[in-house]
T-cell receptor, first 109, second 114 residues
């Protein structure tokens, strides 16, 4: 079967750095997405990785290792507004998205 | 502003009633999706359509039907609602041939079945 694993919940301090991990086992791989979802709102796009390595976009970076079936989202200089759920999704061989259950990130002052 | 629109945003429904959730996008995306999101379970795919005129079943299709008569519209119908269909429903679209093929989401429809 296909499987995406993420921690259920993480807590971090304002101004700090946090890394949210995602491991996957899917039938084929055609890219990996990270989305942010604030409570009561729709998910919004953060990043897309299809090649190995680190993609940096402002305070957020996303890393991919296809050989290890592993990705992480790195959030720097955390702000209170970063409190949200972070969803990892893999595009499989049929170009369908397989979603993880999401990681709820709690930021404390 | 271009995007994806869902209606209604919220609805309370008696069990056994028929309900259609509407979804319209103006981005000319070829693929559209319906997800339900329940606490602790993440996004689960109900039905999808890779292009106008075609549809497919997702992970949890039972009790739901869809149609894709044109590129823009992708309604989701609950023929006879049951309490287990209480959830938040998200419609989404993407350009499967695009650079990243990122998924764009509607604002969601919160459905309560009593």
């Amino acid at each position: 079967g296909q499987n995406i694993d993420q921690p259920t919940e993480m807590t971090a301090t304002e101004g700090a750095i946090v890394q949210i991990n995602c491991t996957y086992q899917t039938s084929g791989f055609n890219g990996l997405f990270w989305y942010q979802q604030h409570a009561g709102e729709a998910p919004t796009f953060l990043s897309y990785n299809v090649l190995d390595g680190l993609e940096e976009k402002g305070r957020f970076s996303s890393f991919l290792s296809r050989s290890k079936g592993y990705s992480y989202l790195l959030l720097k200089e955390l702000q209170m507004k970063d409190s949200a759920s972070y969803l990892c999704a893999v595009v499989d061989s049929n170009y369908q998205l397989i979603w993880g259950a999401g990681t709820k990130l709690i930021i404390k002052p | 502003i271009a995007g994806i629109t869902q209606a209604p945003t919220s609805q309370i429904l008696a069990a056994g009633r028929r309900m259609t959730l509407r979804c319209t996008q103006d981005m000319r995306h070829n693929a559209m999706y319906w997800y339900r999101q329940d606490l602790g379970l993440g996004l689960r795919l109900i039905h999808y359509s890779n292009t106008a005129g075609t549809t497919g079943k997702g992970e949890v299709p039972d009790g739901y039907s869809v149609s894709r008569a044109n590129t823009d519209d992708f309604p989701l119908t609950l023929a006879s609602a049951v309490p287990s269909q209480t959830s938040v429903y998200f419609c989404a679209s993407r350009d499967r041939g695009g650079n990243t093929g990122e998924l764009f989401f509607g604002e969601g429809s919160r459905l309560t079945v009593l």
